[in-house]
Antibody, heavy 119, light 107 residues
């Protein structure tokens, strides 16, 4: 079945970086875009950016430009999201989510990865 | 960025009730409006896309309507498994943005 499986929870110190993975299965990896969305505790959903696995093209939310890097590995059908210069406000659950295009709904979501930033 | 505003922020309802959640966009988004359901500790789940279209496997008691800037999600005959938080989302342009959520609780 179609699914996205994310890496496990992380605890990081302020100023460090975190890299979260999202492995796709059950569909043609290069045919769909992948979004990253985060959710701080008790808060709403915030879009971080999008990558197209076929050519690696990316578009980051203005808020995260300079701190976020999204990459993909087509040999393992995995996308990655790395966030640097972490601060306490980055404590959140990070989700990957599939979309047919930038204008389509997010039809499949990963289970989420909790990232805690604390000294 | 397009701002999405949901109302109410929360509501209490009983099993069997009909519930309506509204979502307003800060500018016209044509039909690029989606609805998600999220339960505690889980990822959001797509319910309705492009205003009206029911995602595969979603019960027909969920329905969507609207156009332009004003949209609604209706849940007919609320079931115990429907108690959750609901988010609207626009994908008309980048960045895609979400409403702040509406929590549907048991009365």
């Amino acid at each position: 079945q179609v699914q996205l499986v994310q890496s496990g929870a992380e605890v990081k110190n302020p100023g460090a970086s975190v890299k979260v993975s999202c492995k796709a299965s059950g569909y043609t990896f290069t045919s769909y875009y992948m979004h990253w969305v985060r959710q701080a505790p008790g808060q709403g959903l915030e879009w971080m950016g999008i990558i197209h696995p076929s050519d690696g093209s990316i578009n980051y939310a203005q808020k995260f430009r300079g701190r976020v890097t999204m990459t993909r590995d087509t040999s393992t059908s995995t996308v990655y999201m790395e966030l640097s210069s972490l601060r306490s406000e980055d404590t959140a659950v990070y989700f990957c989510a599939r979309g047919e295009s930038p204008f389509h709904a997010f039809d499949i979501w990963g289970q989420g990865t909790m990232v805690t930033v604390s000294s | 960025d397009i701002q999405m505003t949901q109302s109410p922020s929360s509501l209490s309802a009983s099993v069997g009730d009909t519930v309506t959640i509204t979502c307003r966009a800060s500018q016209s988004i044509s039909s690029y409006l989606n609805w998600y359901q999220q339960k505690p500790g889980k990822a959001p789940k797509l319910l309705i896309y492009d205003v009206y279209s029911l995602q595969s496997g979603v019960p027909s008691r969920f329905s969507g309507s609207g156009s332009g800037t004003d949209f609604t999600l209706t849940i007919s005959s609320l079931q115990p498994e429907d108690f959750a938080t609901y988010y609207c989302q626009q994908t008309y342009n980048t960045p895609p943005t979400f409403g702040q959520g509406t929590k549907v609780a048991i009365k």
